[in-house]
């Protein structure tokens, strides 16, 4: 493609979302570079060739949204299996059912409790601290839910999140700790929620399968940046502030060290995710893939299953970033680099890279489908200035 109408920086969701918009409705010729050898984006996924089993390659990606828009637009690509993400959490040789629910206080405690009974125990163990008072992740969590539950299921895992101890981390990284007084354990509460059929990467592929849509993969647009800014519009999902040469120093991340190994077993934990929640284990998380989808049993290798250990810590230069640290630093240099970014002729940041924060899948495709509604389009078929 040699006269774009619009260049697409980043082949995942956002990316995608707005090159397959921009062709399909508008008609224009999308050239959607990625410096990665694949598309897709951290939702990318690959079966294991030795066992068949579907891999996240950048950490397990479960779908779920309460959008009705944005349910109507993938299932234009896909179809979802009926898949429900549960999770399970060890502590001292026991696991429990995640979140916290009534079953977990119930085999915490040792004991059984209604519903109120429970409400009144967590309401008396949690009067120790207002929640206005406190200064820290860990005072606040013990406002919120009480210093037993805190110290089995928030104190070893956030610690092992951040590597920092909570006393050290900042009381609004949590606002709420949700406390569920039933059994119900599904992990999400939204109106949808399932695993595309034939995977993430059939979905993501499908997106771009189109005549008017070119991906040039293993391309880093900051070499070929001078062909296409200033002249051609740009849609930009990387990290904002590569974009700016750092100028205003570097947003810090947290990043993921995933382990994938296979191991010789059919079944290896039982059920998709495990939290470890013991601050001596090292690792934060088990996954174990095969489960997020039972439908696929008889594709399977027997004897066989794919696991992978997550490891969490800071993001060094070079590293993928995968959550905002967002301190107030962050914050700062983020409004700067926002300023900077309003100024550049013709280029449009979206999605987790460019905004500098933290975006489920459904949230990703919302913002994207917006920004086509509110920006592109208006561009493309009324002459509006792009900004
Ligand atoms: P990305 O997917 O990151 O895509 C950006 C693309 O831009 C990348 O492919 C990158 O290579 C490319 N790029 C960057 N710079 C350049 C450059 N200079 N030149 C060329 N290409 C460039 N969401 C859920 O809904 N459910 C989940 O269970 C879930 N689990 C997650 C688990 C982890 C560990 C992480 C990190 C995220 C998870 N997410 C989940 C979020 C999901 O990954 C994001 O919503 C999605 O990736 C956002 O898409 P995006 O297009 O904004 O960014
Ligand atoms: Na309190």
Known sequence: MSNPDLVVVGAGFFGLTVAERCANELGLNVLVLDRRSHIGGNAYSERDPETNVE???????????????????????????????????????????????LGLINQFFGQSHTPDEARALIKEQSSEIATEDASNLEEKAISLIGRPLYEAFIKGYTAKQWQTDPTQLSADIITRL????????????????????????????????????EVRLETDFFDVKDDYVG??????TGPVDEYFGNSEGRLSWRTVDLEESVVETDDFQGTGVVNYNDQEVPYTRIIEFK???????????????????????FAEEGDEPYYPVNTAEDRAKLLKY???AAKEPMVLFGGRLGTYKYLDMHMAIGSALSMYDNKLKPHFSEGAELT
């Open 55 to 101: 891999v996240h390659k950048y950490g397990a990606h479960l779908f779920h949204t309460s959008n009705e828009r944005v349910w109507d637009y993938v299932n234009r690509f896909t179809s979802f299996t009926d898949y429900k993400h549960r999770v399970f959490g060890k502590y001292q040789g026991q696991v429990y059912s995640l979140p916290m629910n």
């Open 178 to 213: 949700p406390v569920r007084y039933t059994f119900q354990n599904g992990w999400f509460s939204d109106t949808y929620e399932g695993l595309p059929v034939d995977g993430y990467t059939a979905w993501l592929t499908k997106m771009a399968d189109h005549p008017h849509i």
């Open 231 to 236: 002249k051609v519009p740009v849609v930009y």
């Open 291 to 313: 489960h997020f989808h039972p439908e696929r049993e008889k594709t399977h290798l027997p004897g066989k299953s794919v696991i992978v250990h997550e490891y969490s810590r």
């Open 338 to 340: 926002r300023d900077l």
